[in-house]
């Protein structure tokens, strides 16, 4: 290969020309490999004077370098070119519509637990916990209802041994509230949870939901009591119900109160779901016994409470209009559906 023949305007057009890797391979090949045309033109040199030699040499010295660097910007180039195209190859369209979630509905029960607690935390109120499986001593000892009381028989449950028993109402937290607290004031919690009875019915199933409250500070009265739930009865059932406080007992409050509202249905006129009294009775309430205050460490001459239970399923009754408390309990989705825009 002689010198005069190349060109270096047409290498570097066929470099530019190339349209592959294997296209770029094969030039680079060509001309620089070891049996490439430049080298080719080094192992001619012997039959030439070392002038020749010299100048010769820079030339395609120079030309070669060229090459060289056409060739790099060629294979970079051709690598921003693929790149590109495997990002339009592999591009997403994200303009296509998702596909729909379905969401589910909240059962009314935990509706009414989420009412109820957002209404107490807004009061300062704190949300407390205990065990479903509760000792004797804690869920009627504590609470001034020793072994041999009465009013244990309204609350016949499930008993796992002589000193053990799935919980029959949520006051059992009082008890560990107060012993946790050690005397100290104030107390201010609710606690919602679910409790066990003999029961059976449209109306009563063995297990149940409950939102126990107790207040514990100095200079609390039954004003505080009347207070707060004629504002829960109001915030549950709307602004313009009355309220009303029956005398009734427990042994763990005194005085002791049943508490209802007038009956939302018939405006307190009388119909079928206030049995024709215009009252729906919705909770128990009461003024801590100082009993109770006294067995769990607290003096009962420098504080006083008021304590307060309501059943949640009642409510969700009667606020949705449900007839059988079953419905909350079997997990049937059309019942539960109904639901779904009160979540919201
Ligand atoms: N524990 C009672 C029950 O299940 C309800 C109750 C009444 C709770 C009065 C209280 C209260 O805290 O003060 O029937």
Redesign the pocket.
């Known amino acids: 290969m002689n010198i005069e023949n190349l060109n270096l305007d047409e290498i570097l057009q066929e470099i530019e020309n190339a349209k592959s890797k294997e296209e770029i391979e094969r030039i680079k090949n060509k001309y620089l490999s070891k049996k490439g045309i430049f080298l080719s033109i080094f192992a001619s040199f012997a039959s030439l004077t070392k002038e020749e030699k010299v100048s010769i040499g820079a030339r395609i010295n120079k030309m070669k370098m060229s090459v060289e660097d056409k060739l790099k910007q060629k294979e970079l180039s051709q690598f921003y070119e693929e790149i590109n195209q495997r990002i339009e190859n592999e591009k997403i369209d994200i303009s296509l519509p998702s596909r729909k979630q379905k969401l589910g509905a909240k059962n009314p029960f935990q509706l009414v637990v989420d009412d109820i607690t957002e209404f107490f935390l807004n009061m300062g109120y704190k949300v407390a916990d205990g065990p479903e499986v509760e000792l004797d001593h804690f869920n009627f000892e504590l609470l001034n209802t020793p072994k041999d009381h009465p009013a244990r028989d309204m609350q016949d449950s499930f008993f796992i041994n002589q000193n053990t028993l799935l919980r029959s ?1 949520t ?1 059992a937290v ?1 008890a560990h509230v107060m012993q946790d607290a050690k005397g100290q004031v104030p107390i201010k919690i609710i606690c919602p949870g679910k409790v066990y009875r003999r029961d059976n019915d449209a109306t009563h199933s063995h297990q149940f939901g ?1 939102v ?2 107790l207040v514990i500070d100095k200079n609390i009265s039954m004003g505080n009591l009347m207070e707060t739930l004629t504002l829960l009865l109001r915030h549950l059932f709307g602004k313009n119900r009355e309220v009303r406080f029956r005398p009734s007992y ?1 042994p ?2 005194e005085p ?1 109160v049943e508490v209802d509202v007038s009956c939302f249905n018939c405006n307190g006129k009388g119909c079928s779901l206030c049995k024709d009294t215009g009252w729906i009775e919705i909770l ?3 003024m801590v016994h100082p009993n109770v205050l006294r067995l769990n460490n607290f003096d009962d001459k420098k504080y006083q409470g008021f ?3 309501i059943g949640i399923d009642r409510i969700a009754m009667l606020k949705y209009g449900i007839d059988d408390i079953k419905g909350i309990y079997t997990n049937n989705v059309e019942f539960l559906e109904q639901f779904a825009k009160e979540g919201e």
């Open positions: 109402h006051s009082q409950q126990e409250g427990f763990f409050t002791s128990g309430s009461g304590a307060f239970g």
